[in-house]
T-cell receptor, first 114, second 110 residues
Framework: NAGVTQTPKFQVLKTGQSMTLQCAQDMNHNSMYWYRQDPGMGLRLIYYSASEGTTDKGEVPNGYNVSRLNKREFSLRLESAAPSQTSVYFC?????????????FGPGTRLTVL | LAKTTQPISMDSYEGQEVNITCSHNNIATNDYITWYQQFPSQGPRFIIQGYKTKVTNEVASLFIPADRKSSTLSLPRVSLSDTAVYYCLVGGNNFNKFYFGSGTKLNVKP
């Protein structure tokens, strides 16, 4: 099992360019998440998808859109990148049941916006 | 959404027991307490989760007092490879929003 995979690993964009970050999981999890982590900071939730077909905003959704393509895949799109979006982006998934919510994280995408 | 307070950093030596305390005064009745570990250039990794009293697994123990306003992650006999940032999260399992905070940077010295 690969767990959670993310592509690309690194990306440099110019201000105003667009791109999509891809995430896939092979653990048959229902829930998926996108976080960003700025230097020296904790992770902040951008969007999440509790189950296939649903998405919802997290703490910092402005400037981003998401698509839950199917149960395995959850993509994050930057329509017009800004320097403030320079960060490391992590995708995660979990199989949430009534008492337990262990999230599994991917390796991250390091994004620089010039 | 209950937020947490942790020490910014801690130092320890190999072989020692390390206890990291987290304060969460506004914890709600249905909130669980979860700890994650993050190494540089990697995503966080789940360590342990609990609701009350004590939980133990193969890597750590989690102590939660009766009022649940704080919790303590205990790492027995740390090694250099335990050098990482440790995050305490509080959130209910009916919600998908977790507040990671800045975490505690643990530095284990030889």
């Amino acid at each position: 099992n690969a767990g959670v995979t993310q592509t690309p690993k690194f990306q440099v964009l110019k201000t105003g360019q667009s791109m999509t970050l891809q995430c896939a999981q092979d653990m048959n999890h229902n829930s998926m998440y996108w976080y960003r982590q700025d230097p020296g900071m904790g992770l902040r939730l951008i969007y999440y998808s509790a189950s296939e077909g649903t998405t919802d905003k997290g703490e910092v959704p402005n400037g981003y859109n998401v698509s839950r393509l199917n149960k395995r895949e959850f993509s994050l799109r930057l329509e017009s990148a800004a320097p403030s979006q320079t960060s490391v982006y992590f995708c995660a998934s979990s199989e949430r049941d009534r008492d337990y919510n262990e999230q599994f994280f991917g390796p991250g995408t390091r994004l620089t916006v010039l | 959404l209950a937020k947490t307070t942790q020490p910014i950093s801690m130092d320890s030596y190999e072989g020692q027991e390390v206890n990291i305390t987290c304060s969460h005064n506004n914890i709600a009745t249905n909130d669980y307490i979860t700890w994650y570990q993050q190494f540089p250039s990697q995503g966080p990794r789940f360590i342990i989760q609990g609701y009350k009293t004590k939980v133990t697994n193969e890597v750590a123990s989690l102590f939660i007092p009766a009022d649940r306003k704080s919790s303590t992650l205990s790492l027995p006999r740390v090694s250099l490879s335990d050098t990482a940032v440790y995050y305490c999260l509080v959130g209910g399992n009916n919600f998908n929003k977790f507040y990671f905070g800045s975490g505690t940077k643990l530095n284990v010295k030889p």
